[in-house]
């Protein structure tokens, strides 16, 4: 098999390559460790690469192949991790100066699971400071240009930057990226690729850098909903749900009048738009209307704080006092809003907000999924925000409101790519109810083949 075609294939084609013997493990890695050199000399993408340890795991991998030993369908096939898993002996620094220097003796548990599944570490990916942002920028460690403009270096989405540019330029077959507000829905609906949105606590943060413990979650980003099934199932230590047969026909999906649709540029309206009827003409029955919390859960945290603010300044307070001049200024910003809020503040906030989203389940209770545009936006030009501190606080409020909402109702979800030829990218998002993820998966699985 021609080497120059396997960064464009997914994770599980190649680990079927594998498994037929078709694809060593051991050329793949070096495929893959190649090209990051080659495409990434300034670790835009990956602050670093982890070869030798790739180079290890793919030799035992070869191995396992050739014995028939393989730990499962993605044994021998690379992937990123963003950096903010623990990976042992190796710098984890939550992208920050901050954190320079800590090196963790252990693996993250997650990385721990899909290591023993056989798939191989391909290095540390770039990521929003303290996965802080839904913008991707990071004058810190370096901003991987978004993947889907070769011309304009538009933003990739944050917070998990280089996970999604490092599947959207070839560097790796899929990414792992942390959502916390949007920050993996965010820069896989931006670079055009599938992200996954798995329920807060369903996946083990041991070894996982904490941004806000109440809403922190782990997911994949991928070229397909297949890989990102496969892969969650590694993660989650479960079977594969079984995408076979996925279908819309009979499906309630829900559109929101209320918040989700508001103030859409023209080519997220017309992506969005066009994608609707396709799902319309697959037999999915989309039912327009009002979704009431989202306006009172924007309006709740106004009065009250903003939790991950209060959570992230409670972690990490002594180092942003001491050394907050090492930051950027985008994110020091946001922790320091924190200094605002009292006690009673913030557990109005966790108590409010909790109702609110039972209330939003009672009312979404009939719908398979809430169906709305991932982002109202689509990527603008890094230089258009990065030093202009008005113009940045607006494109990242915009950028995450919707994704916000779904981890405030405490949902699961995946975005799937759905921009016209020659547009930039724009996601949709098919958002259901905490712990549906193979429901979920099988939506997306039926709405990918009617998209395409």
């Known amino acids: 098999m021609n080497d120059t075609a396997w960064h464009r294939m997914t994770a599980l084609a190649l680990g079927a390559a594998i498994q037929?013997?078709?694809?060593?493990?051991?050329?793949?890695?070096?495929?893959?460790?190649?090209?990051?050199?080659?495409?990434?000399?300034?670790?835009?993408?990956?602050?670093?690469?982890t070869a030798e340890r790739a180079r290890a795991e793919a030799a035992a991998a070869s191995a396992r192949a050739k014995a028939g030993l393989r730990q499962s369908p993605l044994d021998g096939v690379p992937m990123s991790w963003k950096d903010l898993t623990d990976t042992a002996g190796t710098e984890t620094t939550f992208g920050s100066a901050l954190l320079r220097n800590r090196v963790p003796d252990r693996d993250a548990l997650l990385l721990r699971r899909a290591t023993l599944a056989g798939m191989i570490c391909l290095g540390k990916t770039t990521l929003s400071e303290f996965a802080y942002s839904g913008l991707g920028i990071n004058p810190i460690f370096g901003t991987p240009a978004n993947g889907a403009d070769g011309e304009v270096e538009r933003v990739p989405g944050?917070?998990?930057s280089g996970a999604a540019v490092s599947v959207t330029?070839?560097?790796?077959?899929?990414?792992?990226g942390s959502d916390t507000g949007g920050s993996?829905?965010?820069?896989?609906?931006?670079?055009?690729?599938?992200?996954?949105?798995?329920?807060?606590?369903?996946?083990?943060?041991?070894?996982?850098?904490?941004?806000?413990?109440?809403?922190?979650?782990?997911?994949?980003?991928?070229?397909?909903?297949?890989?990102?099934?496969?892969?969650?199932?590694?993660?989650n230590e479960t079977r594969p749900h079984d995408l076979s047969g996925a279908s819309l026909d009979g499906i309630r999906l829900l559109k929101p009048k209320d918040v989700m649709y508001?103030?859409?540029?023209?080519?997220?309206?017309?992506?969005?738009?066009?994608?609707?009827?396709?799902?319309?003409?697959?037999g999915a029955e989309i039912v327009e209307t009002a979704v009431p919390e989202f306006g009172e859960a924007f309006e709740h945290v106004a009065r009250h704080g903003?939790?991950?603010?209060?959570?992230?300044?409670?972690?990490?307070?002594?180092?942003?006092e001491s050394r907050g001049e090492e930051m950027y200024w985008g994110i020091r910003s946001r922790f320091e809003l924190a200094k605002k809020l009292t006690a009673i503040d913030a557990e109005a906030a966790h108590i409010g907000l909790k109702s609110i989203a039972a209330r939003y389940r009672a009312r979404t209770a009939g719908f398979a999924a809430v169906v709305h545009p991932t982002c109202p936006r689509v990527a603008p030009p890094i230089a258009d925000l990065q030093?202009?501190?008005?113009?940045?606080?607006?494109?990242?409020?915009?950028?995450?409101?919707?994704?916000r909402l779904g981890n405030i109702m405490e949902t699961c979800g995946v975005t799937l790519p759905c921009q016209g030829p020659g547009d930039l990218p724009v996601g949709l998002s098919l958002m259901a109810a905490g712990h549906s993820e193979g429901m979920v998966l099988r939506l997306a699985a039926a709405a990918e083949s009617a998209l395409a």
């Open 20 to 49: 037929n013997r078709s694809i060593d493990p051991i050329d793949l890695t070096e495929h893959f460790l190649t090209r990051m050199k080659q495409e990434d000399p300034d670790h835009r993408v990956y602050i670093r690469a």
């Open 158 to 160: 944050g917070s998990s």
């Open 169 to 176: 330029n070839g560097l790796a077959p899929a990414g792992i």
């Open 184 to 235: 993996v829905r965010i820069p896989a609906a931006l670079n055009g690729i599938v992200g996954l949105k798995t329920t807060i606590g369903l996946l083990p943060l041991d070894g996982i850098l904490a941004l806000s413990p109440t809403f922190d979650t782990i997911g994949p980003l991928t070229y397909d909903v297949a890989d990102a099934n496969a892969i969650f199932a590694i993660l």
């Open 262 to 282: 508001d103030d859409l540029d023209a080519t997220v309206t017309g992506a969005i738009a066009a994608a609707l009827d396709h799902l319309s003409n697959a």
């Open 306 to 320: 903003n939790i991950i603010s209060a959570e992230a300044y409670a972690l990490w307070h002594d180092l942003v």
């Open 387 to 403: 030093d202009d501190p008005k113009a940045y606080d607006e494109a990242n409020l915009a950028i995450t409101r919707n994704t």
